[in-house]
Structures are given as C-alpha cells and as structure tokens.
C-alpha cells in the first residue's frame, strides 16, 4: 500500500514548526526597505523580483559578489525593515545595528525572526523518503552544529511516521565526509539538511557516488542539488518565498506585527523535486511520488 500523503496535509500539520515571531512593528508609514542578497544565483533573484512587484514600498536592492557584504561600506539605518535571501545575507548582518530582519530561505534564523523558510518541515522530506521507498525503516543525516534545533525536529518526525534516524554531528566539511563514510557502511538512505558549517564539494560529491555505487537514495535540500545528481529534494518555490516576504514587510511598515505565523503563506509554493533517470536506477516508486505532487526532473 502506498504511504503518499498529500502535501498540503503534511505542510498544514506541520505549521507549528515556525515557533518564531516577527520583531515589533515600529516602521513608519512610508519607512524604506532593504533588501540583500548574492548577485548571480538565479533564486534569490525571483525572491528579489517578486518581492519588488508585492512590496507596497521601492525597495532597495544590495547585492554582493564573490568578495561577500561589505557592511562598512553600506548603511543601513537601524529603523529600516531589513530582508535577506539567503543564509549568507543572513549572516552578513551578524553585529550590525539592524532591528527588523526578515529572514528569506535561510536554513537558519535566530529567534525572534520570522520568514519564509529555505526548506520545509522535516516530517514532509521523511514522508517523501518513504513513498519512494515503502520498506525505508531507518534515515543516515550527517547535519553540522547550527542544524541541532532541525535534527531534534526531525527526530520527533521520525518517530511519528516510524522512522529512525542514524545521526551523525559534523563540525566541518572534513569530519562531515568522514561520517558519510560510515554511514554508507550501515546502508541507510541519506539525508543531507541544509547545512552552511559544512558545505563542500566533496561532501555532496561522495554523496552522489554512495547513489550510484551502492545504491543509497540521496535526499538533498534544493532543487538545483537534484539537477546535480541527488535523487531528491524538498524546498520552496522563490517566488512564493519573494511573496511571504512581502506579505510581512507590509505588514510591519503598515504597523500590523504577526502575532500568528499562520496569518503568512509561509509554506506556500513547496516542491518535490526529483532525479527521474536516477529514480528509475534505484528502482524507486515514481508514480507514488508524482501522486504526490513531486516534479520528476
């Protein structure tokens, strides 16, 4: 019997996963929006896009390169509504003088913040996992120091659609793919959660030939690691974050604050994403998943 289950079931029992808040309304009427971002990575620049056609004000658009944000050449004043694109955006504005900060596809946010995420709940990446494999008892996750309030979610998860996860802490890209290497021994699937304390290449890349040496589904965190070989994958549409985005910053420049995050489409626009040729290599089920809602890639 196929486990697939809706997405839009999964994603309406799991809305209690953003526990954050948005920070108080306190812009004026009018008050100018900052938006910051990598330049050149064609999702942030549908976040940014869509953003700027929702926004009831102009914003203005940072954008950095290779050399990373310079916040000691650009001012932004402490009263003005902040939104970021990305886990690096995030980052950059790590001890600057910033009060409203609406975090947009970042793996990791602070308290106190609130936007749409990077990925969806963990329980819908699992439910995925099992619909393409029915018989998948047990997950591998190699995940990194800030991704512990994610892991201990998940193990919730879990334990709620009947599956354990073999868990691995890595502090760094080197101990991240020596964990792989033994989780590959026990066999397991493997998960891969958005991660910045590790990202490497060769992380993803001996993840990639776990699949195709051994065998082992490979779940990544965004669409683009699937068109690079992962076997699947579970994030948002851009657009829809660019929209959510919009939706709170209206909100806060209009003095409205979020006292519900149901009251913003925050899950609205996620995707199933999967590798088709390296799906029919592992013998999974793509119809059940395509029954799902996934787009087989």
């Known amino acids: 019997m196929s486990r697939a289950i809706p997405l839009a079931l999964v994603l309406t029992a799991s809305i209690a996963w953003a526990e954050s808040r948005v920070p108080d309304a306190r812009a004026a009427r009018g008050g100018e929006v900052v938006l910051v971002k990598r ?3 064609t999702a942030y620049e549908e976040v940014s896009e869509e953003f700027g056609e929702r926004c009831r004000v102009r914003a203005r658009v940072i954008s950095f390169g290779e050399e990373g944000f310079a916040s000691h050449r650009t001012r932004i004043g402490a009263g003005e509504v902040v939104v970021t694109v990305g886990q690096e955006a ?92 033994k989780l590959a021994d026990k066999g397991p699937p493997i998960w891969l959660p958005g991660a910045p304390d590790w990202i490497i290449p060769q992380v993803f890349q001996y993840a990639l030939r ?30 829809a974050a660019g929209r959510a985005a919009a939706n709170i910053a209206n909100r806060v420049l ?44």
């Open 39 to 41: 330049a050149g990575v």
């Open 90 to 181: 995030l980052d950059s504005l790590a001890g600057m003088d910033v009060q409203r900060v609406i975090p947009t596809l970042a793996f990791h946010t602070p308290a106190g913040m609130l936007g749409p995420p990077a990925a969806p709940p963990p329980e819908l990446i699992l439910r995925v996992l099992m619909t393409a494999r029915p018989n998948i008892k047990v997950v591998g996750v190699v995940y990194g120091p800030r991704t512990e309030a994610l892991i201990e979610t998940a193990r919730r998860a879990g334990a709620k659609v009947g599956i354990t996860l073999l868990t691995s802490r890595a502090a760094d890209g080197p101990a991240a793919l020596r964990a792989l290497v």
């Open 210 to 239: 776990l699949r195709l040496g051994r065998g082992l589904p490979v779940a990544a965190a965004t669409r683009q690691q699937v068109h690079s070989g992962a076997l699947l994958a579970v994030d948002f549409n851009p657009r």
């Open 254 to 297: 209009e003095g409205r604050p979020v006292e519900d995050p149901t009251e913003i489409e925050l899950y609205g626009g996620a995707r199933i994403s999967v590798n088709a040729q390296g799906g029919r290599r592992l013998g999974v089920d793509l119809a059940a998943l395509a029954k799902m809602g996934a787009k087989l890639e």
